[in-house]
């Protein structure tokens, strides 16, 4: 029995979460409840490899006719050209809006694939299929698709919801340590965002998440009902869904210095060190205990997620560097920042009108 979140979204676009070991051997079934004929996976050459066949299989033995697109590994694939490149596979495969465009993979092929749904045609149904632990708590959850270009990172997209997202956890097992801990960070940061009890549960059963116990599709669980409570709340960001980005102006700003390449920094890397940096620079304010901005890093670092500035391969770039990367990435009014900051661990806020100034003397001092 898989667990189950539901997303209530209005107008008749509901839809469930389905999360457990060995899920994707129900794709098929699955695809067939939702009245689905024909299935186009769209992968990356690794996830293919291990996945694409067994889920396949299980498509075509509930009677529907597949397709397979696959495109390179990585963030590059998010690019106009990945794009063309599903897009026009789809075409090929004469994929309709009644038939499901199915994104496995992690959140590179949950965007990719989930845009080209949601212009294809005008807007083909897809589901997800997230097989990364990031993925998993974050980008297949949401409705949020989209492409880079080179002007920075998701600014062409579209607002599409999937029928349904199977999160089948045995396929993390595959997962490298390293996309495992990245992963991690993500889940760390709904508890730091509004909920202390899940943070203390992470502090005493985060092995069993990376072991693969069932604690891993407890978290899962947990971490889809606090996104889709948010989404449902927020569907197009007016303002609370703006929380899920704690940690992550920082991390933006990271992830542009070190030119987003992930031999130095992927992105959940990037946010371990944003979550540190948020809750350490709400305790400089005066808003947050100095004691539980550390108690955040140091639950970060016993995984083995960085929590610093130094720890950037290759250097993070000076304060000044780091503050203007910012300024690129949130509005800057009247030379203010939004940040996300804290109160506490689970007490987590929307603060317009932090002064850029204070900001550069916080970065200068954690350097
Ligand atoms: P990813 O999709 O690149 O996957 C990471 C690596 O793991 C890839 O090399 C992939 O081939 C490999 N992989 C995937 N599943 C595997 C498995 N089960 N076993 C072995 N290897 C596997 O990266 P990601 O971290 O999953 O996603 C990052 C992307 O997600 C970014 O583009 C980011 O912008 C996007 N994102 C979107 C949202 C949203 O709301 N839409 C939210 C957060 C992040
Ligand atoms: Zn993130």
Known sequence: HPLTVHVP?????????????????????????????????VTDENVAALYADGARASLEAAGLRTCLVVVPPGEASKSYAGYAQVCDGLLAARIERGDLVVALGGGVIGDLAGF???????????VQAPTTLLAQVDSSVGGKTGINSGHGKNLIGAFHQPRLVLADTASLDTLSEREMRAGYAEVAKYGLINDAAFFAWCEANWAGIFSGGPERDEAVAICCRAKAGVVVRDEFEHGERALLNLGHTFAHALERLTNYDSARLVHGEAVAIGLALAFRFSARLGLCPGQEAGRVANHLALVGLPTRLQAVPGGSGDADALVEAMGQDKKVRD?????????????????????????????????
């Open 9 to 41: 979204l209005n107008g008749g676009r509901g839809y469930d979460i389905l999360i457990g070991r060995g899920l994707l051997g129900q794709t098929g079934a699955r695809a067939a409840a939702l009245g689905a004929r024909a299935a186009a996976i």
């Open 116 to 126: 080209a749904a949601a212009t294809l045609r005008r807007g083909v149904r897809f």
């Open 335 to 367: 030379g203010a920042l939004t940040f996300i900051l804290a109160r506490g661990i689970g007490a987590s806020f929307i603060a317009p009108g932090i002064d850029r100034a204070e900001v550069l003397a916080f970065l200068k001092a954690e350097l």
